[in-house]
């Protein structure tokens, strides 16, 4: 069910503001506006709100048959899972880098 930022984009703009699919969803940790949550998902920046929330949905779906326009908000969601991975992957790297790459040269070592 893994979408592209176009279509992700599309299902964003569609979407009423409406709060039905933030309602439904059994694991908000935290009380978060869908404007907000709308923005984050395709901006360059994510809230620790917005972070939260992405790792506590465990793609139940209950968000799904709510939306009056048939959006599909676990897959909006599981692309915002994979841009929290993605970023978070590579300021690993980025850390891993400044610290010379020690680590890389170790584990060459042992293979």
Same mark, same amino acid.
């Given at each position: 069910?893994?979408?592209?930022?176009?279509?992700?984009?599309?299902?964003?703009?569609? @979407?009423?503001?409406?709060?039905? @699919?933030?309602?439904?969803? $059994?694991?908000? $940790?935290? %009380?978060?506006?869908? +404007?907000?949550?709308?923005? +984050?998902?395709?901006? +360059?920046?994510?809230?620790?709100?917005?972070? %939260?929330?992405?790792?506590?949905?465990?793609?139940?779906?209950? @968000?799904? $048959?709510? @939306?009056?326009?048939?959006?599909?908000?676990?897959?909006?969601?599981?692309?915002?899972?994979?841009?929290?991975?993605?970023?978070?992957?590579?300021?690993?790297?980025? %850390? !891993?880098?400044? !610290?010379?790459? %020690?680590?890389?040269?170790?584990?060459? !070592?042992?293979?």
């Amino acid at each position: 069910m893994h979408q592209t930022r176009s279509q992700v984009a599309g299902e964003v703009s569609a @979407c009423i503001r409406c709060n039905e @699919c933030l309602t439904a969803c $059994p694991a908000l $940790p935290v %009380r978060i506006q869908i +404007e907000t949550l709308n923005r +984050e998902t395709l901006g +360059e920046r994510i809230s620790p709100d917005v972070a %939260r929330f992405a790792q506590a949905c465990y793609q139940c779906g209950a @968000c799904v $048959p709510v @939306c009056p326009v048939g959006l599909h908000r676990d897959a909006m969601m599981l692309w915002l899972k994979m841009r929290l991975l993605h970023s978070s992957v590579d300021g690993a790297r980025s %850390r !891993r880098g400044a !610290r010379g790459d %020690r680590y890389d040269e170790r584990v060459a !070592r042992w293979r």
